[in-house]
T-cell receptor
Framework: DTAVSQTPKYLVTQMGNDKSIKCEQN?????MYWYKQDSKKFLKIMFS???????INETVPNRFSPKSPDKAHLNLHINSLELGDSAVYFCASSQDPQPNTGELFFGEGSRLTVL | DQQVKQNSPSLSVQEGRISILNCDYTNSMFDYFLWYKKYPAEGPTFLIS?????DKNEDGRFTVFLNKSAKHLSLHIVPSQPGDSAVYFCAASSRGGSQGNLIFGKGTKLSVKP
C-alpha cells in the first residue's frame, strides 16, 4: 500500500499548456509538501500545507498553484508551462509541520517534460 | 548560493568496506540534519538524522557524525552492501526557519561493488 502516491509519474506536454499533478497520502499526516528537483539535481521546497492551510510558499511563479481539498491531498496545478518547468516534482508528507522531529515521506516523483 | 554542499557527486566502494559520505553546510542556524537515500525512479526515503546537540548518532550499519565547528557531517556505512547503492542526500533545517523547509544537497551517488 503506497504511503504517498502521486500521478502522473511522467508527463510530456507543450509550452503554454496547463497541467496538474495529484498527490495523496494515506499516512494520516497533517502536513504535505511539494518539492522540485531541477536539472542540477537540487531538491527545493515549493509549498507546504498544514491541515489544508498554506504555511510555506517559497519564491515560485504565480503560474504554480497548489490546492489542498483535504489534508490527505495536495495537488499542484501549473499554468502556461515553460521550458524551465521541466523537472521532477516530489510530493511529501510529515506528521509534524517542522520535520525537525521527524522525517518527510516522499512520493515517487512526477517527471514533467515541457517541449 | 548552496547552503548544503555534497562535493563528491559519486563514490565507489567494495562490498564489506566502509562508505563515507560527506556533507558541508554554511548556515550556522542549522540545528537538525538528515540523510535521505534515493533509488532510481523512487522518492527519497529517510535514513538517519542528528540534532545539533549531538555529535554522533548510530542506527545499525549507519552512523552520522556531526562536527559543528567545521560545519561538516558525514554518513558512515559499515559494512557496505550492494543494496546500499543509491543516491544519498544530505539535508538541513533550523527550528527558527520556515516550517518544513529542508535544504538539500545535490546528492552523492554511492556504488557498492560485489
Amino acid at each position: 500500500d503506497t504511503a504517498v502516491s502521486q500521478t502522473p509519474k511522467y508527463l510530456v506536454t507543450q509550452m503554454g499548456n496547463d497541467k496538474s499533478i495529484k498527490c495523496e497520502q494515506n499516512l494520516g499526516h497533517d502536513t504535505m509538501y511539494w518539492y522540485k528537483q531541477d536539472s542540477k539535481k537540487f531538491l527545493k521546497i515549493m509549498f507546504s500545507y498544514n491541515n489544508k492551510e498554506l504555511i510555506i510558499n517559497e519564491t515560485v511563479p504565480n503560474r504554480f498553484s497548489p490546492k489542498s481539498p483535504d489534508k490527505a491531498h495536495l495537488n499542484l496545478h501549473i499554468n502556461s508551462l515553460e521550458l524551465g518547468d521541466s523537472a521532477v516534482y516530489f510530493c511529501a508528507s510529515s506528521q509534524d509541520p517542522q520535520p525537525n522531529t521527524g522525517e518527510l515521506f516522499f512520493g515517487e516523483g512526477s517527471r514533467l517534460t515541457v517541449l | 548560493d548552496q547552503q548544503v554542499k555534497q562535493n563528491s557527486p559519486s563514490l565507489s566502494v567494495q562490498e564489506g568496506r566502509i562508505s563515507i559520505l560527506n556533507c558541508d553546510y554554511t548556515n550556522s542556524m542549522f540545528d537538525y540534519f538528515l540523510w535521505y537515500k534515493k533509488y532510481p525512479a523512487e522518492g527519497p526515503t529517510f535514513l538517519i538524522s542528528i540534532s545539533s546537540i549531538k555529535d554522533k548518532n548510530e542506527d545499525g550499519r549507519f552512523t552520522v557524525f556531526l562536527n559543528k565547528s567545521a560545519k561538516h557531517l558525514s554518513l558512515h556505512i559499515v559494512p557496505s552492501q550492494p543494496g546500499d547503492s543509491a543516491v544519498y542526500f544530505c539535508a538541513a533545517s533550523s527550528r527558527g526557519g520556515s516550517q518544513g523547509n529542508l535544504i538539500f544537497g545535490k546528492g552523492t551517488k554511492l556504488s557498492v561493488k560485489p
